[in-house]
């Protein structure tokens, strides 16, 4: 069974920086693509970052060039640094881990973490 576990969320101020970083279990996390998803309240979720297995980013235009996803396999952790933040990026953001090693929609995940809430304010 595959568990994540994200952390780093927080209330920041408009245009701050903040990491946030999930936890993977098991021993195959380096075989998969794991993603950043988010959702804010009345909205879908969305991704905001995805890595391949083999470490190749993608990101929405929405966040490119603010956003950035690596991963660690050696400690089954993959991050999200995002900076510039906007009240926009308010949200709960989620990590996921993909069926495969590659992946940029939700229906190509199969587990997720709790979610972490990013607060943005003025």
């Known amino acids: 069974q595959v568990q994540l576990v994200e952390s780093g969320g927080g209330l920041v101020q408009a245009g701050d920086s903040l990491r946030l970083s999930c936890a993977a279990s098991?021993?195959?996390?380096?075989?998969?693509?794991m993603g950043w998803f988010r959702q804010a309240p009345g909205k879908q979720r969305e991704l905001v970052a995805s890595i391949s297995s083999g470490g190749i980013p993608y990101y929405p235009d929405s966040v490119k060039g603010r956003f950035t996803i690596s991963r660690d396999n050696a400690k089954n952790t993959v991050y999200l640094q995002m900076i510039s933040l906007k009240l926009e990026d308010t949200a709960i953001y989620y990590c996921?881990?993909?069926?495969?090693?590659?992946?940029?929609?939700?229906?190509?995940?199969?587990?997720w973490g709790q979610g972490t809430q990013v607060t943005v304010s003025s």
């Open positions: 098991g021993r195959t996390f380096s075989n998969y693509a």
């Open positions: 996921a881990r993909s069926y495969s090693d590659y992946g940029r929609y939700a229906y190509e995940f199969g587990y």
